[in-house]
């Protein structure tokens, strides 16, 4: 017998938004395909990781999170979730919610499971399903708003069914779930025993007024749900790797063993900057992350309407899908690509959000960027 890759590896491939990245590094383009933040840190974030260097922070932290980050975590949890939680034993702090999802996917699948996610959905979901051999199984979101059918839903479950994945807001389409879908899960999640897992990175990029409801905070599925978020997003660190899970005690432990096992834990200093962040940011610097990111979608929005190029105005998150179907190109990797070469910016194939072909029309633009990158990817746009 040869030597060869394991089986559970096969599943695993470069991401369409790392090969897009790579594509547009090659032509010096503008890169609205990953979802890295170009904005600055938050000054309390920052001082307070340098801080934690300097004294000396520098050593693995307990399993589940330095003692302030779980304080401030368990803070935020009420006064912004509406979920209760106990930071001795309900909150893992991990390597990003990437992490956190990992874990607890080791902790609680097992080969052969199967979960029911959203589609359009969040690529690294779906690879970290299948990393531990668990199976998902797909309902898909009708544009414009992103809805879902009840009857579909209940007849992809089988006796197999182990959980149910929800994105809000949604990466990609910013779709923010209301408290009546959530119900109707919850209601679906009891029915059948299932685990409600949630991710909620994007939670404070809100639009139009809308409000973030997390799942936990439904009493009937508080025990079964797995809150999964972190700071990346809202405090421009995707490099740091601080995420958390939120769950039941029943669960968060095996969940904090497991992330301990890989990771050990996340970076000591860095933890201490998210929980200074935490503690010294005021409910103003939540809304004003808000009202800018509004303010860069409608200027990407109107730019895209220009140019024949229909936006679906999400409602949170920072990214949008639009309708390529009138670019040139048979799959959405040729249209994506007929984008980059005429104007040179990145977005990321609609197809890469999908397992049906529901998303050869649409592409993915990311609009975290500086308002100077973002300018200036407008104004080659407007050249399309
Ligand atoms: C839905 C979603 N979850 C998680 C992540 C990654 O979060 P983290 O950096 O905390 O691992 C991303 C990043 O794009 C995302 O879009």
Not at 8 to 37: A, H, K, P, T, W
Not at 262 to 271: D, F, G, K, R, T
Request: hydrophobic share 40%; charged share 20%.
């Amino acid at each position: 017998m040869p030597l060869m890759f394991s089986r559970l590896s096969q599943s695993i491939s470069q991401s369409e938004i790392r090969n897009m990245s790579i594509e547009c590094d090659r032509i010096g383009g503008i890169n609205m395909s990953q979802g890295v933040c170009d904005l600055e840190i938050p000054l309390p974030v920052k001082q307070g990781a340098i801080e934690a260097i300097e004294q000396g922070e520098n050593h693995y932290t307990r399993y589940d999170g330095i003692e302030s980050l779980r304080k401030a975590i368990e803070h935020k949890m009420l006064s912004y979730n509406n979920v209760k939680t106990d930071p001795e034993k309900n909150i893992i702090v991990s390597s990003g919610a990437t992490g956190a999802f990992y874990s607890a996917c080791l902790a609680l699948l097992n080969p052969g499971d199967e979960v029911i996610f959203f589609e359009p959905y969040y690529g690294y979901h779906i690879s970290t399903l299948l990393a531990v051999g668990a199976v998902p199984i797909y309902v898909t979101l009708s544009p414009p708003d992103w809805t879902f059918d009840m009857d579909e839903l209940k007849q992809v479950v089988t006796s197999k069914t182990k959980g149910i994945m929800i994105c809000t807001p949604a990466n990609p389409s910013g779709k923010v779930f209301t408290k009546d879908e959530l119900e109707k899960i919850a209601d679906l999640a009891i029915k059948h025993d299932l685990f409600v897992f949630t991710d909620e990175i994007y939670e404070y990029f809100l639009y139009d007024g809308r409000k973030h409801i997390s799942p936990a905070s439904l009493d009937s599925i508080a025990e079964r749900t797995i809150t999964i978020s972190g700071y990346s997003k809202t405090f421009s660190i995707t490099g740091w790797r601080v995420g958390y899970a939120v769950c039941h005690e029943k669960w968060a432990q095996m969940i904090g063993y497991v992330s301990d096992l890989i990771y050990v834990c996340s970076p000591a200093p860095l933890q201490k900057g998210v929980a200074e962040g935490i503690n010294q940011l005021l409910p103003d610097y939540y809304q004003w992350l808000s009202h800018e990111y509004q303010i860069k979608r409608d200027q990407l929005c109107g730019t895209l309407l220009k140019i024949g190029i229909t936006p679906y105005i999400p409602h949170g998150a920072y990214y949008i899908l639009a309708d390529v179907s009138s670019l040139p190109g048979k799959t959405s990797k040729e249209k994506a690509m007929f984008i980059l070469k005429k104007v040179g910016v990145a977005t990321v194939p609609g197809e890469a959000f999908y397992a049906s072909n529901k998303g050869e029309n649409l592409v993915r633009f990311c609009f975290a960027k500086s308002n100077a990158i973002l300018e200036q990817a407008c104004e080659q746009l407007l050249k399309l």
